[in-house]
């Protein structure tokens, strides 16, 4: 039985459990709430930033590279087989400072994902801190966010979603 199963039907017991079957919940859209939110386009235009300066030097590392292997390619019947050697190692050595760099600024860890992390978490906790305002508001028992992964919700009534409440507590205003 697959894990989103296993969620599902752990809460259908659990909303099914006598006292419990009264309590409150609901759902959010973070996701929605997230794109609503104006500190995110700002924060996402910050990092698309960064990021296509890092990626600008990533592309010159790539094209040095290029130029590299182009060089050796057009001058090798020149070359003694030491030079040629040289060469070859240089543009091994060039390629592997690409890697490693490809891997400190975007890699699992790396420094993209860090600034995001930086950027991204005073918006997160002014999010949560309106989630648990509303949540207590509105007595709910639990609440779910239909945007995680792996989302176990696979039916949602739009009355039981609190994304409005959240943008209200936060003070956006919806534009229609």
């Given at each position: 039985?697959?894990?989103?199963?296993?969620?599902?039907?752990?809460?259908?017991?659990?909303?099914?459990?006598?006292?419990?079957?009264?309590?409150?919940?609901?759902?959010?859209?973070?996701?929605?709430?997230?794109?609503?939110?104006?500190?995110?386009?700002?924060?996402?235009?910050?990092?698309?930033?960064?990021?296509?300066?890092?990626?600008?030097?990533?592309?010159?590392?790539?094209?040095?590279?290029?130029?590299?292997?182009?060089?050796?390619?057009?001058?090798?019947?020149?070359?003694?087989?030491?030079?040629?050697?040289?060469?070859?190692?240089?543009?091994?050595?060039?390629?592997?400072?690409?890697?490693?760099?490809?891997?400190?600024?975007?890699?699992?860890?790396?420094?993209?994902?860090?600034?995001?992390?930086?950027?991204?978490?005073?918006?997160?906790?002014?999010?949560?801190?309106?989630?648990?305002?509303?949540?207590?508001?509105?007595?709910?028992?639990?609440?779910?966010?239909?945007?995680?992964?792996?989302?176990?919700?696979?039916?949602?009534?739009?009355?039981?979603?609190?994304?409005?409440?959240?943008?209200?507590?936060?003070?956006?205003?919806e534009n229609k």
């Amino acid at each position: 039985m697959n894990k989103s199963l296993k969620i599902v039907l752990l809460l259908l017991i659990v909303l099914q459990a006598g006292p419990l079957a009264a309590q409150k919940i609901g759902y959010i859209d973070s996701e929605y709430i997230l794109n609503k939110h104006p500190d995110y386009k700002v924060i996402q235009q910050e990092l698309d930033n960064i990021s296509s300066e890092w990626k600008k030097e990533a592309q010159n590392l790539d094209k040095e590279i290029k130029d590299l292997s182009v060089q050796l390619k057009a001058e090798e019947v020149l070359l003694t087989e030491e030079m040629y050697q040289q060469r070859l190692e240089a543009i091994k050595l060039k390629q592997k400072e690409s890697q490693e760099f490809n891997s400190r600024i975007f890699g699992i860890d790396g420094q993209y994902f860090q600034k995001q992390a930086e950027l991204m978490q005073p918006l997160q906790s002014k999010i949560y801190d309106a989630i648990e305002r509303v949540t207590r508001k509105n007595n709910l028992a639990m609440l779910f966010d239909k945007a995680a992964e792996p989302s176990a919700i696979i039916y949602t009534d739009p009355r039981h979603d609190y994304s409005e409440f959240i943008l209200e507590e936060l003070g956006i205003e919806e534009n229609k």
